[in-house]
């Protein structure tokens, strides 16, 4: 599968700038028609959920609760909003350096997959353990909900990196 040795979608959502972010801004329900719109194969492939199987009837759960909790905050249509987090995906996808390594060595150095990333300030990294990368965070700034250049990260989610280590574990799946 892709998220083999690529990163995955987890959401996207607004960010205040002095920290923190808002949530479940309306009632609006998800509609299952949204991620249909999309391409479920898109869906699948980009921003893909690990806990079911595709063909389970639980499987859009997760996008129903990114819709719920962060894209009712966007401004964006459920169209669009799904549409655009796959576009980001799609856009910025996963540096080079953390492709190869994950075909071969399995570890990447820390700074080179930040810098990849646009740079220590641009991203927080997730990691078990301090050294097992399980995941990315970065900044954009935004015009009308619709992301558009990468930004630095307000100092909440800088601290939120919990990549300690100055090699990176890429786990086999």
């Not at 997760?62 to 962060?70: D, N, P, Q």
């Not at 492709?99 to 997959?113: E, F, P, R």
């Not at 619709?146 to 800088?158: K, L, N």
């Amino acid at each position: 599968p892709f998220w083999k040795n690529h990163f995955t979608l987890h959401g996207l959502w607004p960010q205040y700038s002095a920290g923190g972010y808002p949530q479940t801004c309306t009632t609006e329900a998800y509609d299952v028609n949204s991620a249909k719109n999309v391409g479920m194969e898109t869906m699948i492939q980009y921003w893909p959920d690990v806990q079911y199987a595709y063909d389970d009837p639980e499987y859009d759960q997760f996008w129903e609760h990114e819709w719920s909790k962060h894209g009712t905050c966007s401004g964006l249509s459920q169209d669009d909003y799904f549409q655009t987090a796959i576009n980001m995906i799609k856009s910025f996808g996963t540096p080079q350096s953390f492709i190869d390594a994950a075909g071969t060595t399995g570890s990447i150095d820390a700074a080179t997959l930040r810098n990849d990333m646009g740079g220590a300030s641009y991203v927080s990294l997730q990691c078990l353990s301090g050294k097992y990368i399980d995941g990315a965070y970065t900044c954009w700034k935004e015009e009308n909900g619709v992301p558009t250049t990468q930004t630095e990260c307000p100092s909440d989610v800088q601290q939120e990196d919990t990549c300690t280590s100055t090699t990176l574990t890429i786990q086999s799946i």
